[in-house]
């Protein structure tokens, strides 16, 4: 620190010896400099694209595609390949495991994450790098989070054991540091992403708060809690309270709308099993086959060759012909059928509304309003007439019951399972509440672009840049116009003044009379000068050499 504080008292003093132009030069030349390292900082990784999930299938990217133009996040296609750039992906992959927009199998976001292996390493050494690089990729996914200020990844990947050998899962530990509560949605989002990054059973994933030392794990699907019912309820009466207000507030001025809803989110799983016909699935298959045939035949008696008579038959000759025989054939075949099998489960992850209730209230302004409109026409100059009430209640029940119908439509829970129809009150109130009414707040924006989104940060940058531009250019002109002035040079009247003029009429100035001598002059003769002389070299003599001085004394007082 006292160096620190020495070079800037120096600097100080140094800065205090200019001019105001040498001064604004100075400072020109650092904002120049500000600005050119922004600039290089700003442009020199722009073109640098990465690939967001090298390897995922079409239906993966086409999700991340949403994902990206909903977030206004700058991408590109390229080959099939979605490209961002490399300081934007940890930030969207951070993103999309919250909103649960990530592969189921999130391997092939960390296939390639070391581009060159040595081929000098073992390869039980580059899968130890490979793991590490996995490790780090994911503790900065997840530290780019909503609420998580740092983390750190441990997975523990058992090599594969021989015949014989236990057989050890793989497991994880995620320790993040939150900027607050650390809630079961984003514990669930975080061992997700690293269960699915190498094919690790999310009930081995451990999440640890690194601020409490509390432990958690994520929920097994099909389970509800509590606050998941009452986020489900509280999105839903959210989004179907904006949807009426919205439709609403365009012509009824301060009309109040609540919602209230019930949600079914119990998860249920269906599977079907049923044997297909023959030839679509089952057949019959011939097993096996024993046959035994037997066959005799006995030759019989025949004429002798030429014509003859139709006479009996002669002994003495025989010849082969047709006689009688005997056959014997023996089976036995066995059969085995196949029945084909087709098994189907459906998992309905519920989470539909049963029924919704609305109730909408219209300030008493708008029904006069009505009324007014449907008077005849009148004199400008006239005040508006106030309505009586047996006037308004006409209008009231049309406009109450044509309200009812509306918004009956926007809370139709019919398409769902074990619904139930909703019901609707309208009212009139008697004034206007202050400061409701007006039309639904937008989120804050610049130029069209959200304050919250990643494309906000391309745009700080830009006005950054432009602000130091702007400034840069400004301090040289100041500059440039202060070297340019002339300073002007004071008259010699005004640095030794002049004397004051003179009487010209009077011939006589003035008479100078006699004064003494301010110093009186002494003569000295050289007798004196050489006396003076050498007691100066005396006395220097036994200032600067005693010894010797000593030894000429005694020597000028022994010859006097």
Known sequence: MERLRRAWVSISAAMARLTTSQKLLVVSVAVVMAMTLFLIQLYAGKNELVALMPGASSEDQQRAVRFLRSSAVKFEEQDGQLMVPASARPIVLAQMAEADA?????????????????????????????????????????????????????????????????????????????????????????????????????????????????????????????????????????????????????????????????????????????????????????????????????????GEPGPRSNTREDITGLASGSGAGTKETTGDSQFDTEFGRETSVIIDPRGNPTKINAVVNIPRPYFVDVWRSRQPAADAAAPAAEPAETDLEPIVTSETERIKREVELQIDTSAGAETIKGEVQVSMIPIAPAGIGGPPVQPA????????????????????????????????????????????????????????????????????????SALTGIELTDDDMRTRKIGEQVSDLVSEKPEDAARLLGRWISGS
Request: proline share 5%; charged share 20%; glycine share 8%.
């Open 102 to 302: 990530l592969p189921g199998d999130a391997r092939i976001l960390f296939d390639n994450l070391i581009d060159k292996q040595s081929w000098t390493l073992s390869q039980r050494q580059n899968q130890q790098l490979e793991t590490i690089a996995v490790q780090n990729e994911l503790a900065a996914i997840i530290s780019k989070m909503s609420g998580i200020r740092g983390a750190t990844v441990i997975l523990n990947l058992p090599e594969k054991r021989s015949l014989g050998q236990p057989n050890t899962l793989p497991s994880a530990a995620a320790t993040v540091f939150p900027t607050r509560s650390l809630d079961q949605n984003t514990v669930d989002s975080i061992a997700q992403l690293v269960a699915g990054s190498r094919g690790i059973d999310p009930k081995l994933v451990r999440v640890i708060d690194g601020t409490t030392n509390r432990q958690f794990k994520a929920r097994e699907e099909g389970t509800m809690a509590a606050s998941t019912y009452l986020e489900y309820v509280a999105a839903v009466e959210s989004r179907k309270q904006q949807q009426i207000q919205e439709m609403l507030t365009s012509y009824i001025p301060g009309v109040i709308v609540t919602v209230h809803a019930q949600v079914d989110v119990t998860q249920r799983r269906t599977e079907t099993n049923s044997v297909l016909p023959e030839g679509k699935g089952s057949a019959t298959l011939l097993k096996s086959e024993l046959t035994k045939n037997r066959e005799d035949r006995q030759p019989v008696s025949g």
């Open 445 to 516: 924006s610049i130029m069209g672009i959200p304050t919250g989104s990643i494309a906000m940060d391309g745009l700080v940058k830009n006005i950054a840049l432009g602000g130091l531009a702007v400034l840069a250019l400004g301090m040289v002109l100041v500059t440039a116009m202060r070297s340019s002035k002339r300073e002007s040079l004071p008259t010699a009247a005004e640095l030794v003044g002049l004397p004051p003029a003179l009487d010209g009429g009077s011939e006589l100035v003035g008479e100078a009379g006699e004064a003494e």
